[in-house]
């Protein structure tokens, strides 16, 4: 039986690269929330292309992180 208080752990500490994708994605999702409002106050002609950027941007910068984290681990 191992005992969990002798055992090693590792730190879990985020990286520069870390920190930086996450501003980059929250921003993108903060963007993406503007977008998707000014899709219901938009010129009438702009409303639809507004909503769906908004939408779209939104989504990718939950994506964002994902991919980062699958290159990364990929390397290692």
């Not at 039986?1 to 999702?29: C, E, G, H, Q």
């Not at 899709?39 to 909503?51: E, V």
Request: charged fraction near 10%; hydrophobic fraction near 60%; aromatic fraction near 22%.
């Amino acid at each position: 039986m191992s005992n969990i208080a002798t055992t090693k752990r590792t730190r879990n500490s985020a990286s520069p690269a870390d920190v930086i994708v996450f501003v980059l994605s929250f921003a993108l999702f903060v963007f993406g929330l503007y977008l998707f409002g000014a899709g219901f106050f938009g010129a009438s002609g702009t409303q639809f292309w507004l909503f769906w950027a908004g939408l779209l941007a939104s989504c990718f910068a939950f994506l964002i992180p994902m991919v980062y984290h699958w290159v990364v681990d990929r390397k290692a």
